[in-house]
């Protein structure tokens, strides 16, 4: 059973930093594709970070230069650093990897980051 599970989220000052983790119940590299999703109240759910299993990875414009994701294939754990963090980062954050090309998809079941002074 595949299971995802974030951590690290937390209350910030805005400019401050964070970084959250994703830990996998499996081997990282079985997922094509792994992110980092946010959910702000009344918005729809935004991708902010993703990377293939190659190692590709993409932003939004939004975080570009702000946040960058990585991933530790021994401990099986994904990370999402922050930098620079605005109020309008706050959200519900979501780790996600997906399988089969999309097919397959799984959620962790989020982790709140608020920025606020």
């Known amino acids: 059973q595949v299971q995802l599970v974030e951590s690290g989220g937390g209350l910030v000052q805005p400019g401050g930093s964070l970084r959250l983790s994703c830990a996998a119940s499996?081997?990282?590299?079985?997922?094509?594709?792994m992110g980092w999703y946010r959910q702000a109240p009344g918005k729809e759910r935004e991708m902010v970070a993703r990377i293939t299993s190659g190692g590709i990875t993409n932003y939004p414009d939004s975080v570009k230069g702000r946040f960058f994701i990585s991933r530790d294939i021994h401990k099986n754990t994904m990370y999402l650093q922050m930098n620079g963090l605005k109020p309008e980062d706050t959200a519900v954050y979501y780790c996600n990897g997906s399988r089969r090309f999309g097919l397959d998809v799984y959620w962790g079941q989020g982790t709140q980051v608020t920025v606020s002074s």
């Open positions: 499996v081997n990282i590299f079985s997922f094509n594709a």
